[in-house]
């Protein structure tokens, strides 16, 4: 899970260093984004503190040390209320780990024009946003195309990533938008990836694949 949601994005852009998360949790976001050179700071934010502390102590195998990164600043608040505060283009990508987007659930706000609105100004005007986007769900892609039609109010660029989640049992959505443009297949593609190390999941290959959505889809 947390390779796709992270990866695409980041090596896409080429460059981030300065980076927002919404939803710290184990910390596993935090882990692949650290793998990033050009990575410089990454303000965290998580709405409870006894999770993020339970993990760290019972699952420091997520974080693999993230949680304790100097490059990482840990906040407990809203992340409505992070971005209200942020400068005007203070984050060169933005990771939006919460809860799904299901009607009448407790990220629901989380999911609509006005808060994509608060990303689109923290976001710098090269940068890139991510959102876990759900299940896609073949046979009822609402949620999908809400997600995506609400991005693409605020947004003038939207792609979907895609793959299949072992421990969800099926194939999840990650939402990727911007201001401009970014090539999905950059020439060094697999030299930006050589660059992280070992991974589980993300290759050159899986790279296209999950930029690829099928015609079914």
């Known amino acids: 899970y947390h390779e796709p949601l992270v990866h695409p ?3 896409l852009h080429g460059g981030p260093r300065r980076v927002l ?4 949790g184990e910390g596993a976001s935090l882990r692949e984004i650290l793998r990033h050179r050009s990575v410089e700071r990454v303000v965290s934010v998580d709405l409870d503190p006894e999770v993020v502390a339970l993990c760290k102590q019972h699952l420091p195998g997520w974080s693999e040390g993230a949680l304790d990164d100097p490059r990482v600043e ?3 608040e809203d992340i409505q209320a992070t971005l209200a505060a942020a400068r005007p283009g203070e984050y060169d990508a933005i990771f939006l780990d919460i809860t799904d987007p299901v009607e009448d659930g407790p990220s629901v706000e989380l999911f609509s024009t006005r808060f994509f609105a608060t990303v689109a100004r923290a976001l710098a005007d090269d940068g890139i946003a991510v959102l876990q986007s759900g299940e896609l769900d073949p046979v009822d892609l609402r949620m999908s195309r809400a997600v995506r039609s609400t991005l693409m109010a605020v947004f003038p660029w939207v792609v979907f990533a895609h793959t299949y989640v072992p421990s969800f049992h099926c194939l999840w959505g990650f939402a990727l938008a ?3 443009p970014f090539a999905l297949e950059p020439a060094d593609l697999a030299a930006r990836i050589a660059k992280l190390g070992p991974l589980k999941v993300y290759t050159p290959t899986a790279h296209r694949a999950m930029l690829e959505l099928p015609p079914y889809l």
């Open 9 to 11: 994005a980041l090596v």
């Open 178 to 180: 911007a201001k401009r």
């Open 74 to 76: 840990l906040r407990t």
């Open 21 to 24: 998360v919404g939803g710290t």
